[in-house]
C-alpha cells in the first residue's frame, strides 16, 4: 500500500521557469511532510518541510503548499536552475515527539532543468 | 564536515555471505535510522534507535537483519547470509533531539550492496 504518491516519474522545464512537483499521501494521521532531493550515489538532502497546521512554506527559491482536504501537497522551485536537475522525494510522517517520527517516501519525481 | 557518515560507500558480496554496515550520524542527534532504497523507489524504514534503544523495526527487516547502536552513538547493520534481493543503497539518517526540528533527518551518502 503505497501511501505517499508521486505520480510523475519525471518533470522537464525551462531554465528561470517554474518547476511544480507534486505528491498526494493517502494516511490522514500524517502530520509532517519533508521534500528531499536526491542526486545520484549520494544520500538525500533535507530542503524543506511543512507541518499540518500550515499550508505554506517558504525557504528562497522553494515554496512547499499543502491542502489537508485534498491531501497534497507540491513544491514550487522558483525561478527555476539547472543545478536543481536531481530526484526529488516527498516524505511525511505521523506521531508525536515520543513516536519516533519514521519517513514514508514517495517514489520520486526526476527534474530536468534545461538552461 | 560534521553530516552523517556511513562505511562503506560499496560493498560486493557473495550470495550466503554476512556483510556489516556502519553508520556514524551527526553528533549532536539522538535518533538514528536505517532505510533500504531500490532503483526506481524512494527510500523506505527498516528501523529507529533513540540513544541506544532500538524502538521500531519494520516487517522489511526479517531476521537475517540486525543492527545495533551500543553506546547511543554509531550503529551498526548486519544482514546474515544475504541473497540477491539484497541489493540496494543502504541509507542511514539521524535527527536532531529537539522538539520542533526532530523530524527532519539528515542522510549520509548510503551504502551500495551489490550480491552475486
Known amino acids: 500500500d503505497q501511501q505517499v504518491k508521486q505520480n510523475s516519474p519525471s518533470l522537464s522545464v525551462q531554465e528561470g521557469r517554474i518547476s511544480i512537483l507534486n505528491c498526494d499521501y493517502t494516511n490522514s494521521m500524517f502530520d509532517y511532510f519533508l521534500w528531499y532531493k536526491k542526486y545520484p550515489a549520494e544520500g538525500p538532502t533535507f530542503l524543506i518541510s511543512i507541518s499540518s497546521i500550515k499550508d505554506k512554506n517558504e525557504d528562497g527559491r522553494f515554496t512547499v503548499f499543502l491542502n489537508k482536504s485534498a491531501k497534497h501537497l507540491s513544491l514550487h522551485i522558483v525561478p527555476s536552475q539547472p543545478g536543481d536537475s536531481a530526484v526529488y522525494f516527498c516524505a511525511a510522517s505521523a506521531g508525536n515527539y515520543n513516536q519516533g517520527g519514521k519517513l514514508i517516501f514517495g517514489q520520486g519525481t526526476e527534474l530536468s532543468v534545461k538552461p | 564536515d560534521t553530516g552523517v557518515s556511513q562505511d562503506p560507500r560499496h560493498k560486493i558480496t557473495k550470495r550466503g555471505q554476512n556483510v556489516t554496515f556502519r553508520c556514524d550520524p551527526i553528533?549532536?542527534?539522538?535518533?538514528l535510522y536505517w532505510y533500504r532504497q531500490t532503483l526506481g523507489q524512494g527510500p523506505e524504514f527498516l528501523t529507529y534507535f533513540q540513544n541506544e534503544a532500538q524502538l521500531e523495526k519494520s516487517r522489511l527487516l526479517s531476521n537475517r537483519f540486525s543492527a545495533e547502536r551500543p553506546k547511543g552513538s554509531f550503529s551498526t547493520l548486519e544482514i546474515q547470509r544475504t541473497e540477491q534481493g539484497d541489493s540496494a543503497m543502504y541509507l542511514c539518517a539521524s535527527s536532531p533531539r529537539g522538539r520542533d526540528n526532530y523530524n527532519e533527518q539528515f542522510f549520509g551518502p548510503g551504502t551500495r550492496l551489490t550480491v552475486l
Open positions: 553528533s549532536e542527534h539522538n535518533r
